[in-house]
């Protein structure tokens, strides 16, 4: 089956730049998309299409994709940024297989 | 505003079944994808199911394939989940998501998600 790959964990100071990568072999044919989930709640849709970011999401929040992997870069991190940060793609078979990255938590401090 | 209200989570024993309902409002229910997706406690999430707008095409997580079925009714702006043959590995929480599809198909919105646990 499927697997995107990510990093367990990231540390970052608050006011620098934390990048989290997503890594899997569908990716240069295959859209990548982000969630933040923070402790307790809902997943929240940060970037979508790799780059594109939802209404009320800050700027600081940006994504990129390269060959097999996608990045998202939180630019200047802040404390309420401290999450869980999930990547989202699917396979490049016939009937799409979407699936998960296995999660990064980020913690900022 | 989007809103998706999951319910029906609760305690069942294994082999036992379970129906979940997500209630939506604030959008065209008719005219999204709806899926299911799953979280174990302390784990990542997985993709458990999605059912397509009018025609009624369903998918399955090769996890749950022939145990869970996915409906919607369009009229009542609701999606369900009825879950069978139960094991202790289904226990999770489940999120109802809106599917937004052009090319496509992700998760744009979620509910709040309910609870499941199987254990005897």
């Known amino acids: 089956s499927y697997e995107l790959t990510q990093p367990p964990s990231v540390s970052v100071s608050p006011g620098q730049t934390a990048r989290i990568t997503c890594s899997g072999d569908a990716l240069p044919k295959k859209y990548a998309y982000w969630y933040q989930q923070k402790s307790g709640q809902a997943p929240v849709l940060v970037i979508y299409?790799?780059?594109k970011r939802p209404s009320g999401i800050p700027e600081r929040f940006s994504g990129s994709r390269s060959g097999t992997m996608a990045t998202l870069t939180i630019s200047g991190a802040q404390v309420e940024d401290e999450a869980d940060y999930y990547c989202?793609?699917?396979?490049?078979?016939?009937?799409?297989?979407?699936?998960f990255g296995s999660g990064t938590k980020v913690t900022v401090l | 505003q989007v809103r998706l209200v999951e319910s029906g989570g609760g305690l069942v024993k294994p082999g036992g079944s379970l129906r979940l309902s997500c209630a939506a409002s604030g959008f065209s229910f008719s005219d999204y994808y709806m899926k299911w997706i799953r979280q174990a406690p302390g784990k990542g999430l997985e993709w458990v199911s999605y059912i397509s707008t009018t025609t009624g095409y369903t998918n399955y997580a090769d996890s749950v394939k022939g145990r869970f079925t996915i409906s919607r009714d369009n009229a009542r702006s609701s999606l369900y989940l009825q879950m069978n043959s139960l094991r202790a590995e289904d226990t999770a929480v489940y999120y109802c998501a809106r599917g937004y599809c052009a090319g496509d198909c992700y998760p744009d919105s979620w509910g709040q998600g309910t609870l499941v646990t199987v254990s005897s």
């Open positions: 299409e790799d780059s």
């Open positions: 989202y793609s699917t396979d490049s078979s016939g009937a799409p297989n979407y699936v």
